[in-house]
T-cell receptor
């Protein structure tokens, strides 16, 4: 069965430091891969997505993610974190068919220290 | 209005009340979804509607009753809820057919059952 694992429940980084959030998936083929961000009390906003082609994808707010097929991973990175990046981040695996579906990881809560 | 709009943003209801959550999308999408987000639990897909037809019901209790009168509107009718139903209810939409671009989420309705 398809699944998404985000091994880090909570991460704290200092403002200006680099960030990497981990995501591993289980799926029989190359899925569609997504990262979403959720600020407190808000819905989920799409940061970036990967379908095919270049394995390094750029998103909004200075985020990027790299698809590594051999590791079944799609880690999210940012070179320099800003205080406004504090939020919860969700990795999702999707696939097409009769109805497109997304399965979400359990999320990683990011705290940013001044 | 743009994107996906959910009303109300907050709702407090007693266990014997009947209320409805509303979702409206202005993106021209043809699929809509209800998700439940509880603290410390993964996002739970509740219902999927594709071209107004319900295509998925993930074993949701009958006290939750969805309605999709057209591709732009989705309702979740609530009755005789339990305190454990308190959660953030998120609506999302997507475009079926062609490249799967992921879901667009609303800001959610924070439901408290007392």
């Amino acid at each position: 069965a398809q699944s998404v694992t985000q091994p880090d429940i909570h991460i704290t980084v200092s403002e200006g430091a680099s960030l990497e959030l981990r995501c591993n998936y289980s799926y029989g083929a190359t899925p569609y891969l997504f990262w979403y961000v959720q600020s407190p009390g808000q819905g989920l906003q799409l940061l970036l997505k990967y379908f095919s082609g270049d394995t390094l994808v750029q998103g909004i707010k200075g985020f990027e993610a790299e698809f590594k097929r051999s590791q079944s991973s799609f880690n999210l990175r940012k070179p320099s974190v800003h205080w406004s990046d504090a939020a919860e981040y969700f990795c999702a695996v999707g696939w097409g068919g009769a109805t497109n579906k997304l399965i979400f990881g359990t999320g990683t809560l990011l705290a940013v220290q001044p | 209005e743009t994107g996906v709009t959910q009303t109300p943003r907050h709702l407090v209801m007693g266990m014997t009340n009947k209320k409805s959550l509303k979702c409206e999308q202005h993106l021209g999408h043809n699929a809509m979804y209800w998700y439940k987000q509880s603290a410390k639990k993964p996002l739970e897909l509740m219902f999927v509607y594709n071209f107004k037809e319900q295509t998925e019901n993930n074993s949701v209790p009958s006290r939750f009753s969805p309605e999709c009168p057209n591709s732009s509107h989705l309702f979740l009718h609530l009755h005789t809820l339990q305190p454990e139903d308190s959660a953030l209810y998120l609506c999302a939409s997507s475009q079926e057919g062609g490249q799967f671009e992921g879901y667009t989420f609303g800001s959610g309705t924070r439901l408290t059952v007392v």
